[in-house]
């Protein structure tokens, strides 16, 4: 007779259903597939020297800002648009010519009659010295004609000086780049009357840039020639070095002047930026890459990896940083293993396995 267990309000089940079931269940969850390991990339906290910083604006500068202006005098009969490229000696803008070409004909001319003059006056020098041998004419006039000759001379040595002149005002009517750059502004229109020293276009050179950042003068100690800082223009960050800190401050705003060396593909001129500046003595300090710090809502934290290849979640309050490494309070040491790409998405404890960055 078969055994038949009833519950109320339910269909009996018979005691070999009962076993089948109970035989299953325990299979079905032990074959249920597990979760693989999150992929991760880790940085290996080290010891570096550390110190606190602030953030202080600064902009992107050319080395070669200039308004070119104007040598000669005279109509502007042409100049380069706005935006146009040069290279170093091209021509920018050129000035009506015609009066500059009258000079230097003039000026050539009168070089040529003295120059003819000249020749009469060495003959007649040369006529009075034999006149003088044979005591036919007295020393005085003798003085008289060689000086002649001499102030001619120089007369012509002046009207040497005076083509010269001619030639190049007539060559600095081509208005020309004293550097490769870019026309950003006319300063002048065609048709103006020019004259000497008028502004005629700015030109900028983007090839050569640095970045400006006025700095408070309380923090010109910790700043050194050579050294690096990060730099931010809001989508990236960039370690650039000191090139110089002017050792000048401002008597209104109490800051200083620090230049730093930059490249012409990173930014364009006039593009603010945020630099990141010590303020305090360096001090050696445990320091991971700043990927780590992973931020969610008010909390910061980071992953760091066990020895059994789990991730353990550590609070991250940041004592200071320096460029692109910060250093915690606590929570690490010399040597762990932190995540610095994939900590997104791990969740505390969770098994992890470590990626070579130099895979991807």
Do not use: C
């Not at 004609?145 to 002149?165: K, S």
């Amino acid at each position: 007779m078969a055994l038949t267990i009833s519950f109320p309000n339910t269909k009996p089940l018979s005691a070999g259903l009962l076993l089948v079931l109970s035989t299953l269940a325990p299979a079905s969850a032990q074959d249920m597939p597990q979760m693989p390991p999150a992929q991760v990339e880790v940085a290996v906290a080290e010891k570096r020297m550390m110190a606190p910083e602030m953030l202080v604006s600064g902009t992107v500068i050319s080395l070669n800002d200039s308004r070119i202006a104007s040598e000669v005098e005279g109509p502007l009969s042409w100049i380069a648009q706005v935006g146009t490229a040069v290279k170093e000696g091209d021509t920018i803008a050129r000035i009506d010519d015609r009066l500059l070409k009258v000079a230097a004909r003039r000026a050539e001319a009168n070089l040529k009659r003295l120059q003819a003059n000249l020749v009469f006056r060495e003959q007649d020098v040369k006529r009075y010295q034999e006149l003088a041998k044979s005591d036919n004419t007295s020393q005085a006039k003798l003085q008289e004609v060689t000086a002649q000759r001499d102030m001619l001379a120089q007369e012509i040595a002046d009207a040497e000086a005076t083509l010269d002149r001619a030639k190049g005002d007539l060559a600095r009517a081509e208005i020309r780049a004293p550097f490769p750059g870019h026309v950003v502004q006319r300063l002048a229109n065609k048709g103006e009357y020019i004259n000497v020293a008028d502004q005629i276009v700015r030109l900028v050179d983007n090839e050569h840039i640095e970045v400006v950042i006025p700095a408070p003068i309380g923090i010109t100690p910790f700043l050194k020639a050579g050294e690096m800082v990060a730099v931010h223009d809001g989508r990236t960050s960039r370690m650039l070095p000191i090139r110089a800190v002017v050792p000048v401050g401002d008597m209104v705003s109490r800051m200083v002047e620090v230049r730093l060396t930059s490249n012409p593909e990173f930014w364009m001129v006039g593009t603010p930026v945020k630099v990141s500046l010590p303020k305090e003595e360096a001090q050696e300090a445990v320091a991971v890459p700043r990927d780590a710090v992973v931020m969610k809502g008010d909390s910061r934290f980071i992953y760091k990896v066990s020895a059994d290849n789990k991730a353990e979640q550590v609070s991250a309050e940041i004592a200071s940083s320096i460029g692109l490494w910060v250093s915690l309070k606590g929570g690490l040491a010399e040597g762990d293993k932190v995540v610095i790409r994939g900590a997104e998405r791990l969740m505390p404890g969770q098994d992890v396995m470590i990626k070579d960055a130099s895979s991807r």
